[in-house]
């Protein structure tokens, strides 16, 4: 078998091939044969929606290598992206971070009203709202609910920053706000883009924009002059490192001002699921992706170290930095700082409007 050769038993159209037991959960499902007790048949269901009504939806980030507030209309995330660190959050609602992530996605109708009675709040104090954490606020279901795009509504009603990324061209629906929006310094989009080989992406992330799509949406963000930017996210050693320089530049050809990068790392069950999928995917080279990996945590997949954790160390890290740092320099990215406009903010912009009723 050619090393890039994948089992042939897998669930297509999605990124886990697993669905790891919930470790908050006591018992286990499986199916019974005769024979022996084994792991279930996990058959590709459809996407299942599940509605829940959450108190807020503007969550602190306690974390200092994060934004501090986020906000997210969904859990779960049908792009399927196989590496996600926000898997992991869904076993919170009772579900599994592998399969279940992607197929059972928990929308959030009252996500609009919330946060406007969140804005209303006299002691609330503007920063930029990150949209999203924990998911992505322009995935597939957006269309149908339109959740993202009413709280953009709502953002912009009261003047208040928000910082955006997303890997889908569903985006660009939303640039008669996102305009407005960027005329007062209220927001910031980051286009997540891991890769330009279209092969691993359907792969990696299955059910996600293509790379050719998520240029032109840079392209049609800058046109409109709203601050965009590339995240070249997460970084994979021997998989898609040797990439970057090719994503910044295809970025910055297709308008991107801004440049970041995260290092993949594969917490809780992220590593069972993650590890799984490279064997059934690239059996020939898991081995040797899988000990890069743990050469930029140090001997681990995963590291919770602020500072660290979202880079790496090591020689393997440091290699990728300095590739990063030398495409940013030749493609004149970050050349300009984007700050906020936190003085527009209007905390009376709801009594106003019913005030006109």
């Excluded at 299942?48 to 108190?55: A, L, R, S, Y």
């Excluded at 996500?111 to 954490?133: D, F």
Aim: aromatic share 8%; charged share 25%; with cysteine.
């Amino acid at each position: 078998m050619d090393e890039n050769t994948p089992v042939p038993d897998r669930f297509r159209g999605r990124g886990a091939q697993v669905n790891p037991h919930n470790r908050f959960l006591k018992n286990r499902i499986v199916q019974e044969h005769i024979e022996v007790i084994d792991e279930p048949a996990l058959l590709d269901e459809k996407t299942e929606v599940i509605i829940t009504h959450p108190k807020t939806i503007v969550n602190k980030v306690d974390s200092p290598d994060l934004r501090g507030l986020s906000m997210n209309p969904y859990q779960g995330c049908e792009h399927g992206c196989v590496y996600c660190y926000a898997r992991n959050a869904h076993e919170y609602w009772g579900y599994s971070a592998g399969l279940d992530f992607e197929r059972k996605i928990i929308v959030k109708p009252d996500a609009p009203a919330l946060l406007e009675k969140q804005l209303s709040n006299p002691r609330w104090q503007p920063e930029a709202i990150m949209l999203s954490g924990n998911t992505d606020c322009y995935q597939p279901l957006e269309r149908k609910y339109e959740l993202t795009r009413n709280m953009l509504k709502v953002l912009l009603k009261f003047r208040h920053p928000v910082a955006i990324i997303t890997k889908n061209s569903l985006i660009k629906r939303d640039i008669d706000i996102l305009r407005e929006m960027a005329e007062h310094r209220l927001v910031q989009v980051m286009i997540s883009i891991t890769g330009l080989d279209e092969k691993l992406r359907l792969q990696l992330e299955p059910r996600t924009a293509t790379y050719k799509q998520r240029l032109e949406t840079i392209t049609a963000l800058r046109e409109a002059n709203i601050p965009v930017g590339v995240m070249s996210a997460p970084i994979i050693p021997g998989l898609n490192s040797h990439e970057i320089p090719g994503i910044l530049h295809a970025a910055a050809s297709a308008g991107a001002m801004f440049a970041g990068y995260t290092m993949v790392r594969l917490n809780g069950q992220v590593g069972e699921i993650f590890r799984d999928w490279l064997q059934k995917t690239y059996p020939g080279r898991a081995d040797k992706v899988w000990h890069q990996i743990q050469a930029c945590h140090g001997g681990q997949v995963n590291d919770s170290r602020y500072g660290v954790r979202m880079r790496g160390e090591g020689p393997v890290a440091e290699s990728i930095r300095q590739m990063f740092a030398l495409a940013v320099k030749r493609n004149n990215l970050n050349q300009t700082k984007f700050e906020f406009n936190l003085s527009d903010f209007n905390p009376e912009a709801a009594s106003a409007q019913m005030r006109l009723f």
